[in-house]
């Protein structure tokens, strides 16, 4: 049996006692059904991951003891997905994935073709933490609320961003990755597409880049999977002086 991960917001250091939230209690308590003295995973992006015991759980209230430590916190490359505003489930599918591909901020945007409002942040936070829980990861990406992509853009801070221009005239995703640097970001449109008005003021930004994929239309959630995973694995493999990308290998925690 898998030993359950849980997030925590306090700081964790050995011999701590930490309060669980109610969604977690309730998950550990009615899905999972652990009762006190079960093992635990306490972490967080600051202090790391320590071994924890569950040592109280009543309904929607719990508590756990924090153990000895087992991974130091880690230095994660600053990777930011722009969603552009997906039906419910396709948009927790999009921040759950988004997660697993270490995208440490996810900023859900508006734009002209959106068929939804980008999803409420509470809900989406709750499906990456979960999914940071699954996917043994230290951080949680921060969710930010919803807004006009214009806005987003007006406000940006000058890191570089792709974009998944599907029907524009781009150079393809891989060409950007040998240089690429982080704080960097991923844009992915809604269902339909940017308009011809939202691609024309994304070329005219400094700081964007319109990528493509390849020949093929593909959904945005899948555009999401493809480009993060590429920006990921260039971020998290460098290249050494001689400008190949040695190979890495991330232990797994015993």
């Known amino acids: 049996m898998s030993i359950p991960?849980?997030?925590?917001?306090?700081a964790l250091a050995e011999g701590a006692e930490c309060a669980l939230t109610p969604a977690q209690a309730h998950h550990l308590g009615v899905v999972l059904r652990r009762a006190p003295g079960a093992a635990l995973r306490a972490f967080n992006a600051t202090d790391g991951e320590f071994e924890a015991e569950l040592t109280a759980l009543r309904k929607e209230r719990g508590a756990v003891r924090i153990g000895p430590r087992r991974r130091e916190p880690v230095v994660e490359p600053e990777l930011r997905a722009l969603i552009a505003g997906l039906k419910r489930d396709a948009m927790g599918w999009a921040v759950e994935k988004a997660t697993e591909l270490g995208a440490t901020r996810i900023i859900p945007v508006l734009t002209r073709r959106c068929v939804a409002e980008g999803g409420k942040t509470e809900r989406l936070a709750t499906i990456a933490r979960g999914a940071a829980e699954q996917c043994e990861r230290l951080?949680?990406?921060?969710?930010?609320?919803?807004?006009?992509?214009?806005?987003?853009?007006?406000?940006?801070?000058g890191a570089p961003l792709l974009v998944a221009?599907?029907?524009?005239?781009?150079?393809?995703?891989?060409?950007?990755?040998?240089?690429?640097?982080?704080?960097?970001?991923?844009?992915v449109g809604p269902e339909g597409g940017f308009e011809r008005a939202e691609l024309d003021d994304l070329a005219r930004r400094p700081f964007?880049?319109?990528?493509?994929l390849g020949p093929r239309i593909l959904r945005a959630e899948t555009a999401l999977v493809a480009g993060l995973s590429a920006m990921s694995l260039s971020l998290d493999h460098p290249p050494d002086a001689s400008g190949t990308r040695a190979p890495h290998v991330q232990p797994r925690p015993g």
């Open 165 to 187: 221009a599907e029907r524009r005239e781009s150079r393809p995703l891989l060409e950007f990755l040998p240089g690429l640097s982080a704080p960097c970001a991923f844009l």
């Open 5 to 10: 991960r849980v997030h925590m917001e306090q």
């Open 208 to 212: 964007v880049s319109l990528a493509s």
């Open 139 to 157: 951080s949680v990406p921060v969710v930010d609320p919803a807004r006009p992509l214009h806005a987003v853009l007006d406000a940006w801070d």
